[in-house]
């Protein structure tokens, strides 16, 4: 998947091209997914580092290996719908709006499942040991929140594919 997209830059590159216009079947990038949300306002500026934890996340375009390229070589993108003239959204190397922002976009996998295990000790290498059982299955887990400690205990929890959800409970 995105190997258009990919090809498309890599031109763009290859051709010495400032930015390359990435068409697509959405107007843009959104905050979040606009099939979910009514109200997902587009993007009209985006930096790489913040569309790539998009994509890694769930948002489907554009193709994250495309971004890591312009990002990698210095070419801006403009993502925008193959279907109308509306402008779309602009990713570059960083964006001095953005920076202000708490939080610049929601994305959504409806294939991960959150796992909490509360009242786990607080102590060093307690972590470590479920985290290693959980390698040791070979179960990927994506995301870690472990929250501060109350009397010597915390929670912690953590991400995995829902095909791995069973294994790892």
Request: proline share 3%.
């Amino acid at each position: 998947r995105g190997g258009s997209d990919t090809t498309a830059v890599a031109l763009a590159h290859a051709l010495g091209a400032d930015s390359c216009e990435l068409y697509t079947d959405v107007t843009g990038v959104f905050t979040t997914d606009p099939r979910i949300v009514s109200n997902a306002r587009k993007m009209e500026k985006i930096s790489f580092d913040e569309l790539l934890e998009m994509t890694a996340n769930g948002c489907p375009k554009p193709a994250m290996r495309s971004v890591e390229f312009a990002r990698t070589h210095g070419v801006d993108l403009h993502v925008r719908s193959a279907f109308s003239w509306e402008t779309g959204t602009i990713v570059t190397k960083e964006d001095h709006t953005m920076e202000q922002a708490i939080v610049s976009a929601v994305v959504h996998d409806a294939d991960e499942a959150k796992v909490t295990i509360g009242g786990v000790a607080d102590r060093p290498g307690i972590a470590a040991l479920m985290f290693r059982a959980l390698a040791d299955s070979n179960i990927n887990v994506d995301l870690i929140v472990q929250n501060t400690s109350d009397h010597g205990v915390t929670d912690i929890s953590f991400t995995v594919p829902h095909s791995e959800l069973d294994a790892a409970i």
